[in-house]
């Protein structure tokens, strides 16, 4: 399950970072490879600061696995994929920072928007990986 930052009582305990790990199903419909798949659950290590104009910061990493074919020589494929991931959250946003209200940041827009962009364009088996390579 994706968290919520509870911003309002984070604050009031006077506590302004904070790490969250976890796991969550990333939307196949996000994957525009033919034939691949999500071969793991997305797993989440981020890091949040709440700053003093309310607005919160969050870092980190994701990483899953994609299994499907290879792009190039059709074989089975699979890769490890880890992304750094960064988001401003704001009771006002401005361009590219998302919307939080009511005291809570909710993750899964930002999360969904993470994996989009953490997505390769291809896949490529480890023969075609190497070839490529050198
Ligand atoms: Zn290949």
């Not at 939080?100 to 490529?124: I, K, M, Q, T």
Request: hydrophobic share 40%.
């Amino acid at each position: 399950m994706v968290p919520r930052i509870d911003v309002r009582n984070l604050v009031a305990r006077k506590i302004f970072t904070g790490e969250l790990e976890f796991g969550f199903d990333a939307d196949s419909g996000l994957i525009d490879l033919p034939y691949a798949e999500f071969s793991s659950p997305v797993k989440a290590e981020l890091h949040y600061e709440i700053f003093a104009d309310d607005k919160v910061e969050v870092t980190g990493k994701l990483s899953f696995s994609l299994k499907g074919l290879c792009s190039r020589c059709l074989a089975e494929a699979e890769e490890e994929i880890v992304y750094g991931a960064e988001g401003v959250f704001s009771l006002s946003p401005k361009e590219e920072e998302y919307e939080y209200s009511n005291g809570f940041v909710d993750l899964r827009e930002f999360l969904r928007d993470s994996v989009l962009f953490a997505l390769p364009s291809r896949l490529l088996c480890r023969a075609c990986a190497e070839e490529e390579s050198e």
